[in-house]
């Protein structure tokens, strides 16, 4: 009696191919949030920095002011510049950087 039931569920269609998928599908979903709870943890310890270098850190970042990047810009000749090809990969990038840069040093 308990094989003719095996046999029954075996021929099942449901019972073959949508228990296993189910269980795969919920497995899966248990699984992959233990790898990116795995994932999420390592980022929190790589943020986390020694105290004290951490304020060192903080002290050499300094605010940019607005003011003070547009006096440099204001101090720069945007007007004299010439628009210079970079090398190609078969090219020696030194030779032909020279050979672009020597008729504008004529020109000075």
């Known amino acids: 009696m308990m094989w003719r039931q095996f046999n029954s569920l075996?021929?099942?269609?449901?019972?073959?191919?949508?228990?296993?998928?189910?269980?795969?599908?919920?497995?899966?979903?248990?699984?992959?949030?233990?790898?990116t709870q795995i994932r999420y943890d390592?980022?929190?310890?790589?943020?986390?920095?020694?105290?004290?270098?951490?304020?060192?850190?903080?002290a050499q970042k300094?605010?940019?002011?607005?003011?003070?990047?547009?006096?440099?810009?204001?101090?720069?000749n945007l007007e004299g510049?010439?628009?210079i090809r970079g090398p190609r990969p078969w090219e020696d990038s030194r030779q032909y950087q020279e050979q672009q840069r020597a008729p504008q040093d004529k020109g000075l």
């Open 81 to 83: 510049w010439s628009n």
């Open 10 to 35: 075996r021929k099942n269609k449901t019972a073959r191919y949508g228990i296993p998928m189910l269980l795969l599908v919920v497995g899966g979903s248990f699984g992959l949030r233990e790898f």
């Open 62 to 76: 300094q605010p940019v002011i607005l003011e003070e990047e547009y006096e440099k810009m204001k101090s720069l």
């Open 42 to 58: 390592a980022q929190k310890m790589r943020k986390k920095q020694d105290p004290a270098l951490e304020a060192r850190l903080n």
